[in-house]
């Protein structure tokens, strides 16, 4: 059986024997209170509970918004509603690891050259998202190439927005992960750098960190 259902199956089985008990206990105001079911609703797997109730799952969501968000035919509006729903999906640690198996990462990458800026903002929003406190994730941006569009937007875009999305993504990007940061010290100008420059900035060092985004964001760069 799958480990989502089998996961589903236990957790249905706790709730049904707790309520059973309950049901079966005459009411006594000075009796200990049950205690509470192991595995809450929260914990179970959306994808398994999706097809459960024939629902969609997280996966076919996020694929499913993509393939908006890429199809000429869809209006901006619409590939806005899409981007938002994708953001929102990558919200959870698991979808934002699963865009390199559903191979979603291309495509968003390819998203911060789009020539609405309103979707490039969308695409930055959605890195930035997907790769926060997630190494896996942040493993993926740099094997797409993704750290160099990013820096592109932060130091040549017009909009302010886009640029504010794009820094909110190298700043996911670059924390506790020294690859990234790495590729993104030799992208950025000098100037970017103040007191660090030519020197090693370490990943884990949120101070310098914090100071090089703060002139990212103020367009000191």
Known sequence: MDAGLNQLLK???ENSSTAQTSSDTPSDPNAPQDAPPQHSARDLNPDALAALLGGPSDAELLVESMTAI?????????KLVAFDNFEQ???????ANN????????PLIAQLSATEHELRMMAAWCVGTSVQNNIKAQERLVAVNGIAPLVKLVLEDKEQSVRRKAVYALSSAVRN????????IGLLPESA?????????????????????????????
């Open 11 to 13: 957790w249905g089985v």
């Open 70 to 78: 890429q199809t000429s035919s869809v209006s901006l509006a619409d």
């Open 89 to 95: 999906l990558v919200e959870s640690i698991d979808n």
């Open 99 to 106: 865009l390199g198996p559903l191979n979603l990462w291309t």
């Open 177 to 184: 992960y020294q690859p990234a940061l790495d590729e993104l």
């Open 193 to 221: 750098l103040g007191d660090k420059k030519g020197e090693k900035v370490e990943a884990g060092d949120m101070e310098s960190i914090n100071s090089i985004m703060s002139k990212l964001r103020e367009g000191k760069a």
